[in-house]
């Protein structure tokens, strides 16, 4: 049977398992949507592209799936290119399908024209350009295929308007074969051999878990490690959540923001144990000063360029995480470490997380304590970028994987609250908060529309310091108090305002004793509230390591 592009655009997807596609039509992917409009798909309607994308990533993030999204020709594709770059960075699943103009007007500046394949290069795993129907089907399921394995990460599909038009009596191809692409997930039996080794010998061993331990499903295995050998863990940004905070042998973040006994952990770790992590600047801080006393770094990783990238490596173990943790398990002895541990507990008690409470302003360190108490800790939070970012990750303490959305790798203003309605259309029994600024959540809050139109729960969390509050504080301690364009009081909307403009629940907090029962409130409402929470004006966020020093030289420590 005859078949369209777009129909059988709508095939393929079908037959990945995907569910919802986010996106806005144009003119070019008309087709397209005409076909959806009759499919089992769900359609979101967006407000900006670039919200579109941030919902699929955080769908994938959350879900675990792919997570798909759709936009026009020229600048509604241009539009994706944050999004896609974010995603990239973090290694999330996603498909990006764009309009293109037709084939024959490629080349030559035709309306809404964007050669976004040559654009996103460089920020996708991998893209492609369907120039003929033929093609289609094969390469709507390579570019799944290649999103979701080996190091995940986003793929562009651009598709010609006369592609979706025309007709095939091709069939869908059951399998797909790549030759180029073949991903090694299993780790080399004597390399696991000699890191198991390495961590039974050593006398003060570490375990430093990245985002890769959730991507591979790993959390269950990666506790087996750590109790196997009573091992302590440390987790990057991006890795909260891979190892639940409130085990014995857990540190917290490591890192710029990081807690105090995570950092020196670090520094005097004889074996250092990388999984899925890559010892990005942000961790490392000054690099002839990071982790002086190793021995022995172990690094396991299924994205071979990511290992001794950065940091010289004496182990490298290239594959899956999990797989390579149900070998090393077996592998590793029960070990007490008595002095390591007591070094642990000392810094632990000496330098714990802390802010002042006494100076009557509203703190938002309570409130993200207090969310965390209302929600039992079992919500999805989302942030955007800046403050608001770091202290969810200080003060919402993680027990279970793809419970903390963030853009890590790239910092992402504006990331945060079309992710938590990506998470919410994937996990709609979830409760999902978005950490917010009051500057980051101006820069997509246009998606407030989304959530009503869709009937999303999500709850927004906006840390209202009337600036831009990560480069103010920098400007605070390295700039003179200049606050040069960081002030944002004056201009700011009425948040509640604006959120019952959309049809949402907005609610204002000014002081302590209104946190909890606002929460609840926001709880008990069956749709979107935004919360505008006034902290704090100059509240910084501590512990903090100036850029370019070594990662034991924290300011604000308690």
């Known amino acids: 049977m005859s078949k369209t592009g777009a129909q059988l655009f709508v095939d393929a997807l079908v037959a990945e398992g995907v569910k919802h596609i986010f996106g806005i039509p144009g003119g070019v992917v008309i087709p397209i949507f005409d076909a959806l409009y009759d499919s089992p798909l769900h359609v979101i309607l967006t407000r900006h592209e670039q919200g579109a994308g941030h919902m699929a990533d955080g769908y994938a993030r959350a879900s675990g799936d792919v997570g798909v999204c759709i936009a026009t020709s020229g600048p509604g ?5 944050t999004a896609i770059a974010t995603a990239n960075f973090d290694s999330v699943p996603v498909v990006a399908f764009t309009g293109q103009v037709r084939t024959n007007l490629i080349g030559n500046d035709a309306f809404q024209e964007a050669d976004i394949t040559g654009i996103t290069r460089p920020i996708t795993k991998h893209n492609f350009l369907v120039k003929r129907i033929e093609d289609l089907g094969h390469t709507i399921r390579a570019a799944f295929h290649i ?20 007709t095939t009596d091709l069939p869908l191809p059951d399998e797909v074969d790549l030759p180029g692409y073949k991903p090694n997930v299993q780790g080399n039996v004597r390399q696991i051999r000699l890191a198991a080794e390495a961590i039974n010998r050593a006398q003060r061993p570490l375990l430093y878990v990245g985002g890769g331990v959730i991507i591979a499903e790993a959390s269950a295995e990666l506790r087996q490690l750590a109790e196997a050998g009573g091992l302590p863990v440390t987790t990057t ?50 690099l002839d000063e990071f982790a002086p006393q190793r021995e022995c770094i172990v690094h396991i990783d299924i994205d071979p360029s990511s290992i001794a990238k950065n940091v010289p490596v004496d182990i490298p173990v290239v ?14 002895q029960p070990a007490e470490r008595a002095g390591w541990h007591a070094a642990l507990d000392d810094w632990k008690a000496k330098h714990p997380l802390a802010y002042d409470q006494t100076d009557g302003t509203l703190k938002p360190q309570f409130v993200i304590e207090q969310i965390h108490a209302v929600t039992k800790g079992e919500a999805i939070i989302t942030t955007e970028v800046g403050q608001n970012q770091m202290w969810a990750a200080q003060w919402y303490t993680y027990t279970r994987p793809r419970s903390f959305l963030t853009s890590g790798g790239l910092g992402t203003m504006g990331y945060g609250f079309p992710a938590a309605i990506g998470a919410q259309v994937a996990c709609p029994d979830r409760v999902v908060f978005d950490i917010a600024g009051d500057g980051s959540i101006q820069m997509n809050i246009q998606e407030l529309s989304t959530a009503v139109q869709q009937k999303l729960p999500v709850k927004v969390a906006i840390l209202n310091n ?14 003179n108090r200049r606050y040069a364009c960081t002030r944002l009081a004056e201009g700011n909307p009425d948040f509640v305002k604006l959120a019952e403009a959309y049809g949402a629940k907005g609610i204002r907090v000014e002081h302590a004793d209104q946190v909890r029962p606002a929460l609840d409130e926001a709880l008990a409402y069956d749709g ?6 006034r902290i704090n004006p100059e509240e910084n966020v501590f512990p903090m390591v100036p850029a370019g020093e070594a990662i034991h030289r924290m300011r604000g420590l308690a």
Not at 148 to 166: F, M
Not at 467 to 478: I, S, T
């Open 466 to 479: 009337g600036f831009l509050g990560m480069v103010r504080q920098w400007q605070e301690m390295f700039f």
């Open 77 to 81: 594709a241009t539009n994706l290119a």
């Open 528 to 533: 979107p509230v935004m919360l505008d929470f």
């Open 237 to 286: 940004l991006m890795g909260l959540g891979a190892f639940p905070e409130d085990h014995p042998l857990a540190l917290g973040m490591l890192g710029m923001h990081g807690t105090a006994y995570a950092n020196f952990a670090m520094q005097h770790a004889d074996c250092i144990v990388a999984i899925g992590a890559r010892f990005d600047d942000r961790i490392t801080g000054k």
């Open 147 to 166: 999103a979701r394995t080996g190091r995940p990460g986003p793929v562009l599909v651009d598709l010609p308007q006369d592609v979706s038009t025309a």
């Open 319 to 332: 594959g899956d995480a999990r797989r390579i943790l149900r070998e090393l398990v077996p592998l590793v």
